[in-house]
């Protein structure tokens, strides 16, 4: 029994990344989803990581390099654009999979399920940023002496940093997933909006939450609203 329990759960983990691996593999067939997570991980990085900057470095006083905000900001944001892009490629596929999973409902329907599945992923991975920051890009760090090398000292900002009080790492990731939640919604939404004004400007107005969900999910296809079965993915 306990050898029986023990095999079935690599082979669940195998079948799991296998699905997954799937779901990645048809959701960039098309070009139109590279343009979607370039445009994600833009607008989820440099503009949710306007309104999230603002939270914890002015709002709650987060110990950084003693540079000007706007390079502060772009500094993180930049970070968190190419850490974050390998993780957004994964969450796309399965916010795709889990609107194509609302198979006869309006578009609007389908369209609202991705942005809050693709949100509330990306908002879960973001939680330990705060520490991550601390740790590679706060005061003190390698890469935020480049950074005030780069930039030049900003005086004003290395004495808020001698004022600053410790925060928990807990709490502080708890509060990054609480307010980014709704920051990476809008964001999402933004972005997933601009994707499509841009297909339809480009007469490729395929995309919509359908054309996502088509690309991600094997074996499904969603057209005028409603669901047909298919042989499989298309070759």
């Given at each position: 029994?306990?050898?029986?329990?023990?095999?079935?759960?690599?082979?669940r983990?195998?079948?799991?990344?296998?699905?997954?691996?799937?779901?990645?593999?048809?959701?960039?067939?098309?070009?139109?989803?590279?343009?979607?997570?370039?445009?994600?991980?833009?607008?989820?990085?440099?503009?949710?990581?306007?309104?999230?900057?603002?939270?914890?470095?002015?709002?709650?006083?987060?110990?950084g390099?003693?540079?000007?905000?706007?390079?502060?900001?772009?500094?993180?944001?930049?970070?968190?654009?190419?850490?974050?892009?390998?993780?957004?490629?994964?969450?796309?596929?399965?916010?795709?999979?889990?609107?194509?999973?609302?198979?006869?409902?309006?578009?609007?329907?389908?369209?609202?399920?991705?942005?809050?599945?693709?949100?509330?992923?990306?908002?879960?991975?973001?939680?330990?940023?705060?520490?991550?920051?601390?740790?590679?890009?706060?005061?003190?760090?390698?890469?935020?002496?480049?950074?005030?090398?780069?930039?030049?000292?900003?005086?004003?900002?290395?004495?808020?940093?001698?004022?600053?009080?410790?925060?928990?790492?807990?709490?502080?990731?708890?509060?990054?997933?609480?307010?980014?939640?709704?920051?990476?919604?809008?964001?999402?939404?933004?972005?997933l909006?601009?994707?499509?004004?841009?297909?339809?400007?480009?007469?490729?107005?395929?995309?919509?939450?359908?054309?996502?969900?088509?690309?991600?999910?094997?074996?499904?296809?969603?057209?005028?609203?409603?669901?047909?079965?298919?042989?499989?993915?298309?070759?």
């Amino acid at each position: 029994m306990i050898a029986s329990g023990t095999a079935a759960g690599p082979g669940r983990l195998r079948r799991a990344l296998g699905f997954q691996a799937d779901l990645v593999r048809c959701f960039y067939r098309r070009p139109i989803a590279w343009v979607a997570l370039v445009v994600s991980a833009a607008f989820l990085s440099y503009g949710g990581g306007a309104v999230m900057f603002w939270f914890h470095a002015i709002v709650r006083g987060e110990v950084g390099p003693p540079i000007d905000n706007v390079h502060h900001w772009l500094l993180d944001s930049t970070v968190g654009f190419i850490a974050l892009t390998p993780v957004l490629a994964l969450i796309l596929p399965l916010g795709a999979w889990q609107a194509g999973g609302a198979g006869r409902s309006p578009a609007d329907t389908r369209l609202r399920v991705y942005v809050a599945a693709t949100a509330t992923l990306f908002t879960l991975f973001t939680g330990p940023g705060p520490l991550l920051h601390d740790t590679f890009v706060g005061v003190g760090t390698p890469l935020a002496h480049l950074a005030t090398m780069a930039f030049g000292r900003n005086d004003a900002a290395a004495l808020r940093a001698l004022h600053a009080h410790d925060h928990s790492p807990v709490v502080e990731g708890l509060l990054q997933v609480g307010v980014g939640f709704p920051v990476y919604v809008a964001f999402t939404g933004l972005a997933l909006s601009f994707v499509r004004l841009s297909a339809r400007a480009a007469r490729r107005d395929r995309l919509g939450t359908g054309e996502l969900a088509s690309s991600a999910e094997p074996g499904r296809r969603l057209a005028g609203g409603q669901v047909r079965s298919a042989d499989g993915p298309a070759g």
